[in-house]
């Protein structure tokens, strides 16, 4: 192919490390003689539709590598989740633009607009390479064993209960953080690594992989109480009962739904406030606190894996190599080897598009309401160096002298 253009576009939601993989697509383009000019689309699909595109090969390196290191999707992005027809608008975009290859760094979604789109341009016999570049906190990208985007926020999440945790020591009582994590519960399962002494919190974790119930929650919560004398919990957004519908939905009088008919989980603080109600009504204790962390675990600035960066970077590097080398469209994924250390590989987009993955049962404890060392050990790496460590006075008493 000579002297191609390629488009590289952002959806869904964004994350700290996001544009590390903006930047590894443009940086590497520039290795290719074969490729003429780098265009990004402004809002993702969506952009594209509307040709709102942007010229990336007037980006001075410096800054694409400031670029780079900042989070939030750069390009800016889109919910949009385009059907066969928007997909061929999409197409139609690209072909009056010759664009030769389509990169889209997103998740499950993003990734079955990439498949559409290849088979649309097969069907038109048009030569464009479509590459899915992998993205998600929610870590629930099949074929991965993790996702960039994901060791960032649950880096943030780690060091959040870990303050709340430290919080509720010093004035004791029920806390209960809600994390992002509609059907996959890796991010809340990562709260788990904020313990470093046995009495620490979180003390509960609940996980949309297995059935809630209000009753033994309130009963899980009470004996933790009673030993303790408070309890931190972390609770995925998606939890559910056993009909599978999401407790957030059955909790509230009045349920929020987006664009596409799903219940509004995060940014809404109701879940959060409707357990801590229960605990307050059902249980007597006083002190009840709820947070619903939101959009901070996403693209907080400051709490960043290194090992998140690298391998973003790398994944934006290797789409192109892939596009330019490997003669096939595709989903690259990040497979774990050795010790600690990774390989990319291109998987058929229909092994991925639209599919998600759940924790694995091995991850989660018989008890369902914390995670194994199987767990630990498959995290910990991911969530890089420098990871504060919080420490405790050894209290040692002094003898009393007044009696009471």
Known sequence: MTSCKILVAQGGGPTAVINQSLAGVVLEARRFGDIGRVYGALHGVRGIVDEDLVDLSCETRHNLEMVAATPSS??????????????????????????????????????????????????????????????????????????????????????????????????????????????????????????????????????????????????????????????????????????????????????ERDAHGNVQLSGTGALADLLCDAIKARLGIKRVRGDTFGYLQRSFLGCVSDVDQREARDVGEKAVQFAMWGGRDGSVAIRRTGDYAVEYSLQPLQDVAGKTRVMDDAFISASGTDVTDVFRLYLRPLLGSGMPDPARLRHASVDKILKR
Do not use: W
């Open 74 to 255: 750069a390009l800016g992005s889109t919910r949009d989740k385009p059907d066969a027809a928007y997909c061929a608008e999409i197409f139609r975009v690209l072909r009056a633009h010759q664009i030769g290859q389509f990169y889209y760094i997103g998740g499950n979604d993003s990734s079955d607009t990439v498949r559409i789109v290849s088979e649309q341009a097969q069907q038109a016999g048009y030569p464009l390479r479509c590459i899915h570049i992998p993205k998600t906190i929610d870590n629930d990208l099949v074929g991965n064993d993790h996702t960039p985007g994901f060791p960032s926020a649950a880096r943030f999440v780690v060091q959040a209960f870990a303050g709340a945790n430290l919080d509720n020591a010093a004035l004791p009582g029920v806390y209960v953080g809600v994390v992002m994590g509609r059907h996959a519960g890796f991010l809340t399962a990562a709260a788990a690594l904020a313990k470093k002494f046995p009495d620490d919190g979180p003390h509960l974790l609940y996980l949309p992989e297995r059935v809630f119930s209000l009753d033994q929650f309130l009963l899980d919560v009470k004996d933790v109480y009673a030993r303790h004398g408070r309890c931190v919990v972390a609770v995925s957004e998606g939890i559910h009962d056993a009909s599978g519908a999401a407790m957030a939905t059955l909790l509230a009088k009045e349920v």
